[in-house]
């Protein structure tokens, strides 16, 4: 007989926030105050949240402070290899409007318009009472369902790969994935593997 | 203070190489100017004399000049001094030639790469330039630089669209 | 069920295979999505479980600061610069101030003086603990890495009584220090967190400095001797596991560094293991430097240069020449070069990390020949911050 899972649904969103579990990807300035967090004077190991290194068991990911183009390849493409439904939460000032880097060459302005982004903390940096109490609001938007940054990227999909690649230029990924090969051959032979 | 450990070190290389003019600047820091063509001579000169690190390479744009500078920090151990060695070259893409010291310093490769990379300066004989070191591939054919007529801010604007630190469509965003 | 060769077929028309770089060699990112790199990637060319190329890839976290320097006022290059180091900022701060003290020519009171040394070196012993909490993460043995994070915290407390903030403090500025120690009560919370501190090293040493799965993964592994270490530009703890005796401290004296009596630790063979243990001398070295200076006290008069150029810190100009300032941090030599045309912005501004020297081609000469399991415990032993490359 076929179950109807609608009617777990408030069982399983309270499963889902008292044990998600981040990605181990630590992306900038935000980092030092991570072991703080989750070592013994702030404990998060009590809300069931702890560090993994593989994406396809994660659910949650911590961009911790600004985000370089070269960085953000690496961010996409570690965000797509996660299973639904997952969950991006920005630290600090500088995805929200560029920060202190706001008239450098070399940092996002607005995170937004690449991937989906849930709750935004705001300091520079957020303390670790600060992370905590933005992690709360996280927990209270899952067990609405109004956490719906998965869904978003799905529907609007066209809107984000616009902008990632007006800003990376076309065929991107393939160019990251191979371009240490003539590097790493003994010989250089650039057009000998296709 | 007296100054008569710099003093003599600095007359010792001064034997030794006619075409320098070396100063002392204050305790513990030297510096020399050199031609550009004779820096091979002068780094061999100061390994021979217990000048065993190079720390970093500078390159500094002058503008009005038309010239940029190269500076090679140089430290010694054994008598605990920092020596600037000053030359200068013209600053047309295609005149900025150097020859290299990676054979002398072996960590000057890096060094070179750096400068290279951000100001732009060849230097003859190192063949790691070509190799990608933190620029993106699409900023370098931009023209990407840290030359003093390069407008950062025009390209900013073209790149991101935003310059403008303030947005007014937030509504999911707390604390 | 859909069988093998179509799925074969169907990676190959999208791209998706494994190839082999030449034969029975194969490419590996051990990129930046990892526990035990910060943000820094090695493409390594893999013979089954053995490295036999590596090739660093820095860039992730560049930011451009020397061109963004030269934009802004003398005084807000500060709050900007503090972000290079990010385990330890009192350093970038530190050497940026005695750099354009030395373009001004005026003399920073003894006050200001002791303020900034017990900064630096509460600054390194906080640095050190962070070190030890990563390496121990790595070899395996959680205890001792949980114990350093809690003792860190302490110091944190500390930090945030006297400047503010827990990790960004904004306090060295050329001229003097911001603000006054906060009375005598902040100076005994100091001495007994130092006191404390004391009598846990030997905890320490018990579970983690000499536990035989330390020298046993440790031993033998990444060894570099003094030749290649003076020629290659290696700096701070890993030149002096080689051999060489040598700290900026003893050798160009800043600060109140002139009148404290410490040793420079020094051992020789060149491995892994001995820049582990060189490491935790310095800690020891360090607290007892921080007891002398608590028992010098702090002399009187005032915390910063009484100029009148001061009431207008926008405009505030700096006469034409050129300064270089270093110190000893807890990865190498710290260098800063300055250049100033007498404008109220900075000319050029130079910042030299260790690791640029560290990370880059002693590493890849280092990792030839190694196992896959040995990649991470090299990269810790050698003290690698990666911001210090890109800047």
């Known amino acids: 007989m076929m179950v109807d899972w609608r009617l777990y649904e408030p069982l399983i969103n309270f499963a889902r926030k008292r044990s998600m579990w981040i990605v181990a990807f630590c992306t900038g300035c935000g980092g030092i105050e991570m072991p703080p967090l989750m070592t013994s004077r702030y404990d998060l190991e009590r809300f069931g949240m702890m560090p993994n290194p593989a994406p396809r068991m994660a659910d949650l990911f911590l961009i911790t402070g600004y985000v370089t183009p070269k960085t953000l390849k690496r961010i996409i493409i570690t965000y797509e290899m996660q299973p639904d439904p997952k969950y991006v939460l920005a630290h600090g000032s500088c995805p929200l409007n560029g920060g202190i880097y706001w008239d450098g060459y070399n940092a996002i302005k607005h995170l937004d318009k690449y991937i989906p982004v849930d709750v935004a903390i705001a300091g520079c940096m957020p303390r670790p009472e600060a992370v905590m109490d933005g992690i709360k609001k996280m927990m209270e938007l899952i067990e609405t369902g109004k956490a719906d940054g998965w869904k978003r990227y799905k529907e609007n999909y066209e809107y984000y790969k616009k902008n990632q690649d007006e800003l990376f230029g076309e065929g991107w990924r393939e160019k990251t994935a191979r371009r240490w090969i003539p590097w790493l051959m003994n010989k250089k032979k650039e057009g000998d593997r296709q | 203070m007296n100054l008569e450990k710099e003093q003599m070190i600095v007359e010792k290389i001064l034997q030794k190489a006619p075409y320098a003019e070396g100063t002392v600047r204050r305790q513990r820091r030297i510096e020399f100017r050199i031609p550009p063509d004779r820096i091979r001579d002068f780094l061999m000169l100061l390994k021979e004399n217990n000048f065993e690190t190079m720390m970093q390479i500078t390159a500094v744009d002058w503008l009005k000049d038309g010239e940029i500078e190269l500076v090679y920090q140089m430290w010694s151990y054994t008598h605990a001094v920092h020596a600037f060695v000053k030359t200068r070259i013209p600053r047309d893409v295609d005149k900025a030639r150097v020859p290299t010291v990676r054979d002398i310093y072996p960590v000057a490769e890096t060094y070179e790469r750096d400068a290279h990379e951000f100001y732009k300066v060849t230097f003859e004989g190192n063949d790691k330039l070509e190799m990608p070191w933190i620029l993106e591939d699409e900023d370098k054919e931009a023209g990407v630089c840290h030359r003093k007529d390069f407008d950062m801010l025009g390209y900013v604007k073209k790149k991101y669209k935003l310059l403008d630190r303030f947005e007014e469509d937030k509504e999911d965003y707390v604390i | 069920?859909?069988?093998?060769?179509?799925?074969?077929?169907?990676?190959?028309?999208?791209?998706?295979?494994?190839?082999?770089?030449?034969?029975?060699?194969?490419?590996?990112?051990?990129?930046?999505?990892?526990?035990?790199?910060?943000?820094?990637?090695?493409?390594?060319?893999?013979?089954?479980?053995?490295?036999?190329?590596?090739?660093?890839?820095?860039?992730?976290?560049?930011?451009?600061?020397?061109?963004?320097?030269?934009?802004?006022?003398?005084?807000?290059?500060?709050?900007?610069?503090?972000?290079?180091?990010?385990?330890?900022?009192?350093?970038?701060?530190?050497?940026?101030?005695?750099?354009?003290?030395?373009?001004?020519?005026?003399?920073?009171?003894?006050?200001?003086?002791?303020?900034?040394?017990?900064?630096?070196?509460?600054?390194?012993?906080?640095?050190?603990?962070?070190?030890?909490?990563?390496?121990?993460?790595?070899?395996?043995?959680?205890?001792?890495?949980?114990?350093?994070?809690?003792?860190?915290?302490?110091?944190?407390?500390?930090?945030?009584?006297?400047?503010?903030?827990?990790?960004?403090?904004?306090?060295?500025?050329?001229?003097?220090?911001?603000?006054?120690?906060?009375?005598?009560?902040?100076?005994?919370?100091?001495?007994?967190?130092?006191?404390?501190?004391?009598?846990?090293?030997?905890?320490?040493?018990?579970?983690?400095?000499?536990?035989?799965?330390?020298?046993?993964?440790?031993?033998?592994?990444?060894?570099?001797?003094?030749?290649?270490?003076?020629?290659?530009?290696?700096?701070?703890?890993?030149?002096?596991?080689?051999?060489?005796?040598?700290?900026?401290?003893?050798?160009?004296?800043?600060?109140?560094?002139?009148?404290?009596?410490?040793?420079?630790?020094?051992?020789?063979?060149?491995?892994?293991?001995?820049?582990?243990?060189?490491?935790?001398?310095?800690?020891?070295?360090?607290?007892?430097?921080?007891?002398?200076?608590?028992?010098?006290?702090?002399?009187?008069?005032?915390?910063?240069?009484?100029?009148?150029?001061?009431?207008?810190?926008?405009?505030?100009?700096?006469?034409?020449?050129?300064?270089?300032?270093?110190?000893?941090?807890?990865?190498?030599?710290?260098?800063?070069?300055?250049?100033?045309?007498g404008g109220n912005k900075p000319y050029r501004v130079q910042i030299r990390g260790p690791s640029i020297s560290h990370g880059v081609r002693v590493i890849e000469q280092l990792l030839v020949g190694a196992r896959i399991a040995d990649v991470p415990v090299i990269l810790m032993s050698l003290g690698n911050c990666p911001p210090d490359i890109d800047r």
């Open chain 3, 1 to 341: 069920m859909v069988s093998q060769q179509e799925l074969v077929k169907e990676a190959r028309e999208n791209g998706m295979e494994l190839l082999p770089l030449e034969k029975d060699t194969y490419e590996l990112f051990f990129g930046p999505q990892h526990m035990a790199t910060e943000n820094y990637s090695l493409i390594l060319k893999m013979d089954g479980n053995r490295v036999v190329k590596a090739i660093a890839n820095p860039g992730f976290l560049h930011r451009g600061f020397e061109k963004l320097a030269e934009y802004r006022p003398w005084y807000t290059n500060i709050a900007l610069f503090l972000r290079v180091c990010v385990p330890e900022p009192d350093v970038p701060e530190a050497i940026y101030s005695m750099a354009v003290d030395e373009l001004m020519g005026w003399e920073v009171p003894e006050r200001a003086q002791w303020i900034r040394t017990t900064v630096l070196e509460m600054a390194r012993v906080t640095s050190y603990l962070f070190w030890t909490m990563g390496m121990a993460f790595k070899l395996g043995v959680y205890t001792a890495g949980q114990w350093a994070a809690a003792y860190r915290e302490r110091f944190m407390a500390l930090f945030e009584e006297l400047t503010g903030a827990r990790v960004y403090h904004i306090y060295t500025i050329p001229g003097g220090v911001r603000r006054d120690i906060p009375g005598d009560k902040w100076l005994r919370q100091l001495r007994d967190t130092v006191e404390y501190l004391k009598d846990k090293l030997k905890d320490f040493d018990n579970v983690l400095f000499e536990n035989y799965i330390t020298f046993k993964r440790l031993e033998g592994i990444g060894v570099m001797d003094k030749k290649f270490a003076l020629e290659e530009g290696v700096t701070g703890p890993n030149l002096r596991a080689t051999g060489v005796k040598a700290d900026v401290r003893k050798l160009d004296p800043y600060l109140l560094y002139p009148e404290l009596d410490f040793e420079v630790p020094v051992l020789k063979e060149g491995d892994a293991l001995a820049r582990v243990l060189v490491r935790r001398f310095e800690i020891e070295q360090d607290l007892y430097i921080l007891e002398q200076l608590l028992e010098m006290g702090p002399p009187s008069g005032p915390y910063k240069v009484e100029d009148p150029r001061l009431k207008a810190l926008p405009r505030f100009k700096v006469p034409a020449g050129d300064a270089y300032a270093h110190v000893e941090a807890t990865g190498g030599d710290f260098g800063a070069y300055v250049i100033s045309e």
